[in-house]
Each structure stands twice: as structure tokens, then as C-alpha cells.
């Protein structure tokens, strides 16, 4: 997948099976696969076709061989070539940090005539400037949770961070910078602790369906005020939470993927998409952009 440390993280993989999508008229429809983060290097790109609907989908059927690829921003044009080991990805020959504010275009040509084109424009970077605890009543602050960049070492560990369950809301400061929308996405980075939701209407099968990662539909940031919603939080431990800036191309992929926007999340109200926005010349898929930044804090149950 992706992800990414991603959230579209989320909802474009190269993984997605056959149908999901598309209809069976499209098979054989070149499928691109990447996502530039800005302050990251230049990502692996995943080059597929899609496969009809009523035949087994084998990745090694219907990856692509033998395209050339390029990445070109307005100074400088970055070589792609094939991954020794992975089959449908090509990895950059050079390694290139990605830059804010700056045009970068694909292009993928096949020797036999098809061609692939897109491009994205990387945002700002995005920076959180605060981290606050608030009374979930009057919304006074009850303290400042440390960042990453206040203390050497991970700060799950700070007295200031260790968070009780739904005890007031979390909610990071961030520079104000011009995008479509943002998302945030939510790890827990433990692998076996204790859930913190109790209901008596759940089964075993339901408890067994929470998942430690999760991403939000696309958002708007008011007054540079980002609230962590608690409703992605169901595991005790550390967590991390990622506040993406992202671009038009991200915008319009996950608020018109009708995976992500089935059970209401995503989209505007009255919009119903049979596909995507892909914003992809010759193909489909995702060619992407956004600046992203972290905070991570522990969350306790409430009453230990």
C-alpha cells in the first residue's frame, strides 16, 4: 500500500481488487500508484493495469513492465526505473527530497504508444505550534502537551502527555497555509493493548473489527484550530496522529472514492460518485501531494 504513513492513507492502493472502482468495460486500464510528501524523498510509483471484473486478480498478471518513467518539476527532470524485486514498481534512480510549493509532473510512456500523464502542486509545509488540552465544557486550557520538537525523544513518555480516555479535547494549533483541506490520520502504535471501549451490545466479532489506524474524511481547519477526534481512539498506549496538508488531486480523490464516502464520510452532501476523481491522463489512479506533521501523546482509561 501506500501508506504511507498515509492516509489517502488510506483509500488508493495499488492492493484494491478489480471491480471495486471500475466496471469491466475498463479492464486493461493503466492504474498509477504515488504520493509525494513534501520534506520526503521522491516515493516508489506502482504501475498496474486493471483486470476484468470476473477474473482472479493476480498482481504479477497485470503489473506494468517496461515503462519509462520521469518526474519533472521546472528545473530538473528525476529518472525512474524498475524495482529488482517488486514487480509493477519503479523506484527514482537518484535520491530527491520533495519541495514545497513546487509543480512536479509524471510521465509514463509504454512501448506500445500509451501514455500517462499528471501533475500536482506540493503545498507549504504545515507546522503544529501547540498542543493543547482543553475543558471540554468551557474549553479553557488545562495544559500544553509537548511536541516532538520540544524534547529529543518521543514525548509519549512526558508527564504532559498521558492523556485520560475522553477527558477534554486535544486539539493542535497549526500554521495557517492555503489548501483544499486537510486529513488526519490516527496509529496506535502498540500491537496488544487493552481496547477502551465497553458496550454491552458488542460481540467478540464486533470487538474483533476495531482497527489501531484510522483516517478522517477530508476537513477544513478553522482559525488553524484542529480538533483529534476521540472517535478514532479505541486502544489504550501511544498514538500518533498525522495532520496532512493536502493538494487538489488528494482533495478530489477522497471525497469522490465511494469506498471511503459508503458509510457518510467524505464528499459534499447530495454528491453521489460512481468513481473517483482521478485527475489522471491516460490512466487512472492517484498522483498526489501534501506537507504532513506529527504530534503523539499516551492515552490512559480513565480511573487507573
Request: charged share 25%.
Amino acid at each position: 500500500k501506500l501508506l504511507l504513513s498515509l492516509p489517502i492513507f488510506l483509500s488508493c492502493s495499488a492492493d484494491r481488487a478489480p471491480g471495486e472502482l471500475f466496471g469491466p468495460s475498463e479492464a486493461g486500464t493503466l492504474v498509477v500508484d504515488a504520493v509525494l510528501i513534501v520534506d520526503q524523498s521522491l516515493p516508489p510509483i506502482h504501475l498496474y493495469e486493471t483486470a476484468a471484473v470476473d477474473q482472479p486478480y493476480q498482481r504479477s498478471e497485470v503489473a506494468v513492465k517496461d515503462a519509462k518513467i520521469i518526474v519533472t518539476t521546472n528545473q530538473n527532470s528525476y529518472g525512474y526505473q524498475p524495482a529488482a524485486d517488486s514487480i509493477g514498481q519503479y523506484i527514482p534512480i537518484e535520491s530527491v527530497i520533495i519541495s514545497p510549493n513546487t509543480s512536479y509532473t509524471l510521465e509514463v510512456d509504454l512501448p506500445d504508444g500509451r501514455k500517462i500523464r499528471a501533475s500536482t502542486e506540493t503545498p507549504d509545509r504545515i507546522k503544529v505550534q501547540q498542543l493543547l488540552l482543553r475543558d471540554e465544557n468551557d474549553l479553557s486550557i488545562k495544559r500544553e502537551l509537548k511536541l516532538f520538537s520540544d524534547i529529543t525523544a518521543y514525548p509519549f513518555d512526558a508527564p504532559e502527555n498521558q492523556v485520560y480516555y475522553r477527558d477534554g479535547i486535544i486539539e493542535a494549533v497549526v500554521g495557517p497555509i492555503d489548501v483544499p483541506a486537510y486529513q488526519l490520520a490516527i496509529f496506535n502504535l502498540e500491537t496488544n493493548s487493552q481496547l477502551l471501549i465497553e458496550a454491552d451490545f458488542l460481540d467478540e466479532d464486533d470487538l474483533a473489527e476495531f482497527e489501531r489506524s484510522g483516517a478522517s474524511p477530508p476537513l477544513s481547519i478553522r482559525d488553524g484550530l484542529a480538533r483529534l477526534p476521540w472517535f478514532g481512539v479505541a486502544f489504550e498506549g501511544k498514538h500518533l496522529f498525522k495532520i496532512y496538508a493536502i493538494e487538489q488531486n488528494w482533495f478530489d480523490f477522497i471525497r469522490t472514492d465511494p469506498d471511503a464516502n459508503r458509510d457518510g464520510g467524505g464528499g459534499l452532501l447530495g454528491e453521489q460518485f460512481q468513481r473517483p476523481i482521478f485527475n489522471i491522463h491516460g490512466g487512472i489512479g492517484i498522483f498526489a501531494s501534501a506537507s504532513v506533521d506529527s504530534v503523539g501523546f499516551n492515552v490512559i482509561k480513565s480511573g487507573d
